[in-house]
């Protein structure tokens, strides 16, 4: 028996069918020479495994792994002007802050792997408890 707290109008259940179908665990991104990308995952579970796979299209890529136990705050979005139109900045926007010392503030998991033109890398990182991962 479902205690009737617990009901679910159809409303919220067809919002939370639609939130399954537009909800993603898939990140995709275009990344260009010269302009780092940087990606927050929040990892909650112990022995959690993180997988990544990319294709590295053009250029080499080196990927890195850091953690902190501090959340970094998301960036402020810049604004032109008065309209409040953001700046096409923010799609690389940095996560780590400058004020942090690698080290102190947050560490490299391990050393950065370099990844060739033509290459289709994946890799899978296991979690060690409550970190939060920076990957750039």
């Known amino acids: 028996m479902v205690p009737k707290s617990l009901y679910r109008t159809a409303e919220e259940l067809e919002s939370e069918e639609n939130r399954l179908l537009t909800d993603s665990i898939y990140k995709c991104a275009s990344i260009f020479k010269g302009a780092p990308y940087e990606m927050l995952i929040e990892i909650t579970e112990a022995s959690a495994v993180i997988t990544w796979d990319f294709d590295v299209c053009k250029g080499d890529v080196h ?46 998991v391990e050393k950065a792997l370099i990844c060739k033109e033509g290459e289709s890398v994946q890799v899978r990182e296991l979690s060690n408890g409550t970190i939060t991962c920076l990957y750039t």
């Open 63 to 108: 990927f890195n792994i850091y953690h902190s136990k501090r959340v970094p705050q998301p960036p402020k979005k810049d604004t032109l002007g008065a309209h409040g139109i953001t700046s096409p900045g923010a799609v690389n926007a940095q996560m780590i802050d400058r004020n942090w010392v690698l080290g102190q503030d947050y560490s490299l």
